[in-house]
């Protein structure tokens, strides 16, 4: 078998797309499923991704104005049930704690101790958090509240796929409070143009940005907004969501506040999160069929070096060397950090090694071998490139060529997924277009099979439903447009606003 | 009223310490009782504490060689079975999961969709992290498993109170797996040094170190040790622990790898960890009749600068110097990261603002009034002295003396907290002292009463108990000797090994 051979994942993205991503997952060792239905154990190689998420996004928060708080995880149903909208939205998926004991009954440990109100685990805190702020908001004066959450959250799933869709998962979540709806707004717009850019400037997606359609908006919100990706099978993928809850959950709640006016007024609310289902979008948008490709500005792990040490003889001078070129790369500043380096000294043969560090994504891999010693220079290869590509290049000049090189690689992963995503984006006029471009039996024909369909619509819940059932397609949004261009409903003949964003998700 | 009057805490320290405690609290505005029964509200201010404690033993749990994973918060019943004592240690206190949706009957929302089998909401991990390693580990050489995790986990509470015990909090806990008992042997003690190195350094806590003894000991550990402060009621607190599991829960888990040998053997494991309880630890440690005080050294905000503008022609140039200051102040590096500065500009009283900083435990509070522009200068007021002495030092200075200002607030803490517990710390070597020392009637009498008694001990766990019901006062830890000094139980006149620490406790 020839290197590639053994190494490759199986399927690839073009065979099983659905499978590739669970090779990718399980070649990177990012997660697994484990025995709790729907909970996935996340490994330190993609939790290590999402501490780099949480640390950039944190940044960008509080930079933005926000602290961080934390409420409960149980939520009492009481509280859920008082915006009728967002608990009809959840109750389906709600995990729920009716005992607070165990009591051994016929040899067996049975629950015991039935609470007098069940505690709903938390799928969103709109409703405990909204508690909170009816107790701390009594004046104008105590506005705005900024205030975000890094936690855990339950939504119980029937079909889960890890990272994409867990019964348990990772995510921040805003709460904001505001004395005016102009203010609750903007603040709205802010976070979702902070997902935007931290999209864009850390993972390398590209996004679209919108509105959500009534269809696919956050139960009890007033407006959802959204970034969009698009992945390597072309289908859509929710990143984040940002929505105005006007003042349905100040009303549920009643955070109720004395206006400058002296008036009883209630407050404008929004909330907002991204949750470790970046870490699933990060992967089908990047990964290739050797394994995982990890974005530089996102990586916890920059530079692997890989001493090759075939002769005892040359054992130590090749490790010392190995060793220095980390202790020189670790000293540079990566965009306000240091970067992360890891020597592999293990005992292993140098091709089993790198292709380890291949599947598991690390921007760039330098090997350095008695040959290269001798010569001062190194083998140097970037992850965005072919696996056998390399590039030798003298030792002492990798320190100082390494931060372009991963800015290189950002700007080739982004412009990338830009170009993949414009090739897969259509303007639609026909519903006969529309449907071929969607069958799946067109795929291999890009001319009329696509990703993102840009197709007028009446904006009728009805006509996206059935559009949904038909074809399994959606609204996945309304995009901002400064000089929206009307036309008309390619399903209905009914006049359009402007064009909307319809594509299968996931 | 005087100043004095109107901004201290009532009641004092001496007068009701529980009570101080829960003011204390308050006026730092730090947490909060929620309305789900033993669940708090962790608010910004004090959530900024737990940040930085994250922040440091993240770091100095990386730096000894752990990575971060992360674990289902369901835990199924049958898996905390598997260990004995474990589940029958933990039985009393758990959230039960039972059904996975709510459904509408009789126009009520009630639970539906029951599990088959229940689900536990943490208590702890060791089971289902257990059975992850069993999955993973296979030979030696997957050993050994260094992990933490940062996690909120849920006991229920009969007596909340706040940061001290309550149904949910938030920790780290390690999950280590070893190939050999020594291995485990070390980690458990390499972690407990972390911990007493983190407790002293950072916080200005100065806490034993010692064994459980077995009436103390985690359920379904082999050794559990610990760290333990002296507050300043001269109760004890458990401020970590750290758990050699022995094989308990490999054999439990069905943690197995083949050995060097060949032959097919048990992991040894261990766990340690701590949590939000620190803050509560923290918070009783050095807190004054004012309100909270932060060690410089977990501070996120280590300065605030408080302009007094009392004058409108004068009040910009405040303004600016007051920022022009913060601006030189933020660029300091103190120990190793920049300095958190604060201008409270907003539009209240000087007296009012810089009394809600004392409250809020800012180490060093710097007034800028027309005055003080005038002469240059600036009142510099430390956190760790009376609330009206200020220093009145050249503003040219203050960035360069304030790294070493910090560091002698910092000591002066740990200094007072030390000095504290030795005052209170005494050899008992008779029942009737013994008693004394613990009867609350005697608390005025410094020289007959007491926080920690050094007193000998026969060994058995039913002499415990005895104590423990007669007098509420246990056993703290059997401290590590070299050279242990033997002596007469002074409870049984029974032999024993060496002295061991008995307090009252949280």
């Known amino acids: 078998m020839s290197d590639k051979q053994q190494t490759a994942l199986s399927p690839r993205r073009d065979e099983d797309f659905p499978e590739w991503y669970q090779q990718v997952v399980r070649a990177a060792d990012l997660a697994e499923n484990s025995e709790v239905r729907g909970c996935m154990v996340i490994k330190p190689w993609g939790y290590a991704l999402w501490e780099r998420m949480q640390g950039v996004l944190d940044g960008m928060f509080k930079a933005t104005g926000h602290r961080n708080a934390y409420f409960p995880l149980f939520i009492p149903l009481s509280y859920l049930e008082k915006e009728a909208a967002h608990v009809e939205g959840f109750a389906k998926e709600c995990a729920v704690v009716t005992h607070h004991r165990l009591e051994a009954k016929d040899g067996k440990l049975v629950p015991a101790g039935e609470l007098a109100e069940p505690l709903v685990v938390r799928p969103t805190s709109e409703t405990i958090i909204g508690a909170a702020y009816a107790r701390w908001v009594k004046s104008w004066r105590d506005l705005p509240i900024l205030l975000n959450q890094w936690a855990n959250v339950v939504r119980w799933e029937m079909r889960p796929r890890v990272f994409l869709r867990t019964a348990e998962f990772l995510w921040q979540e805003g709460h904001t409070a505001h004395e005016t709806r102009e203010e609750a707004e903007e603040e709205t717009m802010k976070m979702l143009r902070v997902y935007e850019a931290f999209a864009r400037d850390y993972l390398a997606v590209p996004v679209l940005t919108g509105e959500k359609s009534e269809g696919e908006r956050f139960p009890g919100a007033v407006k959802t907004y959204c970034i969009e990706a698009m992945v390597q099978d072309r289908k859509a993928i929710q990143a984040g969501t940002s929505h105005f809850l006007g003042q349905n959950f100040s009303k549920a709640s009643g955070i109720q506040f004395q206006s400058r006016e002296g008036k009883l007024e209630h407050a404008w609310t929004t909330s907002w999160g991204v949750s ?231």
Chains 1, 2 share one sequence.
């Open 276 to 506: 470790t289902r970046l870490i699933g979008t990060l992967i089908m948008m990047h990964s290739d069929d050797d394994g995982l490709v990890v974005p530089p500005r996102i990586a916890a792990t920059h530079v692997v070096i890989v001493p090759i040490t075939p002769k005892e003889d040359s054992r130590a001078a090749v490790l010392e060397a190995a060793e220095a070129l980390a202790a020189a790369l670790r000293k540079i500043d990566y965009h306000g950090a240091t970067l992360g380096v890891e020597v592999d000294t293990r005992d292993l043969g140098g091709g089993v090694k790198n292709w380890e560090w291949i599947k598991k994504g690390v921007p760039v891999r330098i090997e350095i071998g008695p040959r290269d010693l001798a010569q001062g220079t190194a083998a140097v290869a970037r992850r965005d490139r072919g696996p056998k590509e390399k590039e030798f290049l003298p030792m002492a000049d990798i320190p100082g060529l390494m931060g372009g090189m991963l800015d290189g690689i950002q700007q080739t992963l982004l412009e990338r997924a830009t170009a993949f995503r414009d090739t897969h984006t259509r303007k639609i006029d026909s519903l006969e277009e529309f449907k071929a471009f969607f069958t799946p039996e067109n795929r291999q024909k890009p001319e009329i099979h696509g990703g993102f369909a840009l197709a007028h619509w009446n904006g009728s819940k009805e006509v996206e439903e059935r559009v949904k059932d038909d074809l399994k397609v959606t609204i996945r949004c309304i995009p901002f447009e400064d000089s929206p261009e009307p036309g008309i409903c390619i399903f209905t003949g009914e006049p359009s606003r402007q064009r909307v964003v319809w594509a299968k998700s996931y």
